[in-house]
């Protein structure tokens, strides 16, 4: 049976929820066949959530790594192609930390790509129908923080992992006066679980060859 490690973040930037971590939560609760989960929720600051990953993933000792995040104005769930080696905060995380142009790793490589079929994770979810698609930026703020150092714990602590990182609408309780897409948790749950079975079953290296790519 193929272990999963889940996680998502506190809430940030004066919010009361995180809908990653309330995802994370449902599918942990509830999770696919022949997969047992486990949740694990990540402090949004920098350093720190990397400290928090290493010690769930030595905890859980996953077979999958899966981080979700938050990406308010996204109208679906997003798979992340790539995380980059920079922190840029537009705003400070939940410590007042606030780096500009720093590296998540000094010395590390530019970039990390994800070790889960990305495309195959896309095609699950909206044959689940849920909404989504690959996504080439992370960002700049903890989220890409975690995409990439999830990445380098790959490829510097644990050889044996694949994992990758996966951004969530806001929820609908986050936008009242519906002037931005949300997907309840429960749907993004939903999602994840086809999303995960697909990653289980499928390579790195035998994801689908379809089209993604972004013009802009």
């Known amino acids: 049976m193929t272990r999963v490690l889940i996680t998502g973040f ?123 698609a690959v996504s080439n930026t992370a960002g700049t703020f903890v989220c890409n923080h975690i995409a990439y150092a999830l990445g380098h714990l790959i490829a510097t602590e644990f050889p044996h992992l694949r994992g990758g990182f996966v951004h969530v609408p806001w929820a609908p309780g986050q936008v009242t006066d519906g002037t931005a897409p949300a997907l309840p948790p429960a749907t993004v749950a939903h999602g994840l679980r086809a999303l995960l079975t697909a990653a289980a079953r499928t390579p790195t290296d035998q994801d689908l060859k379809v089209t993604e790519g972004a013009t802009h």
Not at 112 to 128: D, I
Request: proline share 11%; net charge negative; charged share 20%.
């Open 10 to 132: 506190a809430p940030f930037g004066g919010e009361s929820v995180n809908p990653s971590w309330q995802a994370a939560s449902l599918v942990a609760a509830e999770p696919p066949a022949g997969l047992t989960v486990t949740a694990a929720e990540l402090p949004c600051v920098f350093g720190e959530s990397v400290e928090a990953l290493r010690d769930a993933i030595r905890a859980s000792e996953p077979d999958l790594v899966l981080s979700l995040g938050q990406a308010g104005g996204r109208p679906g769930v997003t798979v992340e192609r790539v995380g980059i080696n920079v922190d840029d905060a537009r705003i400070p995380d939940n410590a007042g930390n606030q780096p500009i142009d720093e590296p998540v790793v000094p010395g590390g490589p530019a970039a990390y790509f994800s070790t889960l079929p990305v495309k195959a994770c896309v095609a699950a979810m909206r044959e689940a129908g849920v909404p989504a």
